[in-house]
């Protein structure tokens, strides 16, 4: 009697979690394509980084302030009071005060570049650093094909050619913040309703008074009430507290290594909202940079398992 044939393993499914990681994650996407180009429009109006950090956190912390009153103020929400001020230094108003100024200086092409590339620079090293992470093969591949990608779409929109070194300086150091601000999410182990809450609370206490004694509320009672109102729900509903949410879930459930490239979409979203916004039309180089940044994303997220984390031995030699 012949022994039975083994029975052919079933093909592996789609881990769930990656999936749902994967939506959150383009839901951050579209919405920070929204923020930058409704960030271009307002600046083009007049509105400076005062107005932009009490649009956003204002709005925001009053949002949040019921989640963080239920969830106990003596912790700030199980953040921490320490940590919590750290997460609002690096995601709070200095991120928001040097992304907006960047915009004085450079047109929204630069900045929907020249940030999420360095949000995808700073990661890889900080990472490496704050959490002893060593990334895969894949991953440096998928990283190399980011970085062409943005690096095609830098070229296309002729910020080299231009005196514009200042206003890229300005969006790579808003890239640097919520780069370290990723890292601290997957340090810590920060849920993103609890940092959203603490970034907001504590941002609109401080931001909110010292931006009625330093400038008061006439520019942005100056604005049309339907622009005040779109700019309200963009940069604070939606960039102050849905995008960070669904972003902190995005890190939580695939890994830093994975999240942050979901940030190289941004330029592509940012442009593509543009157009009907701000009026500015991305070139063909342009959208071919946001191909291959897509090529790149897919091959970040196709590997079963994220950074490869390793504690540190010494050698029999010291």
């Known amino acids: 009697m012949k022994a039975a044939a083994p029975a052919t393993p079933p093909a592996p499914k789609p881990d769930a979690s990656r999936v749902v990681g994967a939506l ?6 579209v919405i920070w394509g929204g923020f930058l180009a409704y960030a271009r429009l307002g600046v083009s ?12 956190y204002v709005t925001a912390g009053l949002i949040m302030l019921p989640f963080l009153l239920r969830s106990g103020l003596r912790d ?6 320490g940590r919590g001020a750290i997460l609002a230094l690096v995601a709070g108003p200095p991120f928001i005060a040097v992304s907006v100024t960047g915009f004085q200086f450079a047109p929204l092409a630069a900045g929907a570049v020249v940030q999420p590339a360095a949000i995808t ?11 002893r992470a060593h990334p895969t093969r894949t991953q440096f591949l998928a990283m190399a094909i980011v970085v062409a990608g943005l690096a095609l779409m830098l070229v296309a929109t002729g910020v080299e050619a231009r005196p514009l070194l200042l206003g890229t300086g300005f969006f790579a150091t ?6 370290l601000f990723t890292v601290l999410l997957r340090r810590w182990r920060v849920d993103g ?10 941002s609109a206490a401080v931001a909110g008074p010292v931006y ?6 006439g520019p942005l009672l100056a604005l049309a009430p339907e622009t005040l109102a779109i700019q309200l729900l963009v940069q604070g509903l939606c960039a102050g507290v849905i995008a960070v949410v669904a972003y902190g879930r995005a890190v939580v459930l695939l890994g830093p290594a994975r999240a ?18 701000t009026g500015e039309v991305p070139g063909p180089l342009q959208i071919a940079g946001v191909v291959i940044v897509m090529v790149g994303l897919v091959v970040s997220i196709r590997p079963p398992t994220g950074f490869r984390v390793r504690r540190a031995r010494r050698s029999p030699d010291g």
């Open 193 to 202: 309703m609890q940092a959203t809450a603490a970034v907001a609370v504590l």
């Open 24 to 29: 959150f994650g383009m839901t951050a996407v």
């Open 45 to 56: 109006i007049g509105l400076g980084p005062g107005e932009f950090i009490v649009l956003r």
């Open 76 to 81: 700030l929400g199980g953040v921490g009071w």
């Open 260 to 277: 942050v490239l979901f940030t190289a979409l941004v330029p592509g979203a940012a442009l593509i909202i543009g157009m009907p916004v």
């Open 121 to 131: 620079l700073f990661s890889l090293p900080l990472a490496w650093l704050v959490l």
């Open 174 to 179: 808003a890239g640097g913040l919520w780069a």
């Open 212 to 217: 009625l004694i330093w400038t008061g509320p």
